[in-house]
């Protein structure tokens, strides 16, 4: 199971600091993500890491803004920078067992999402 937590309302260029728990000890050797869905729009792979750490992909939208980590303990963390309205969205943490974690489609496990707003 994999819980996403700490989203909220925020100013436009402040931070936020998204969690995911991964409460079973498998997803520990999964690559994880980040996704994003506002809504009328398709959901959308912001960040992803490996299994081992060694390896992150960033959508072309929050490069330079975004940073994903994990630790060897099922915690996955979105620190997310100069956020902007369009950043607006629930956040989801997913998993997947493919060595493919840059691909939307290669992701199988989900979480509930949280709710991040970032206001003008």
């Known amino acids: 199971q994999l819980q996403a937590y700490g989203g909220g309302l925020v100013q436009a260029g402040g931070s936020l600091k998204l969690a995911c728990e991964a409460s079973e000890r498998t997803f520990r050797r999964f690559a994880m993500g980040w996704f994003r869905q506002a809504p009328g729009k398709e959901r959308e792979l912001v960040a992803a890491?490996?299994?081992?750490?060694?390896?992150r992909y960033y959508a072309d939208s929050v490069k330079g803004r975004f940073t994903i980590s994990r630790n060897s303990n099922g915690m996955v963390w979105l620190q997310m920078n100069s956020l902007k309205p369009e950043d607006t969205s629930v956040y989801y943490c997913?998993?997947?067992?493919?060595?493919?974690?840059?691909?939307?489609?290669?992701?199988?496990?989900w979480g509930q999402g949280t709710l991040v707003t970032v206001s003008s």
């Open positions: 997913a998993a997947t067992s493919s060595n493919n974690y840059y691909i939307q489609s290669a992701y199988n496990s």
């Open positions: 890491i490996n299994a081992l750490g060694g390896g």
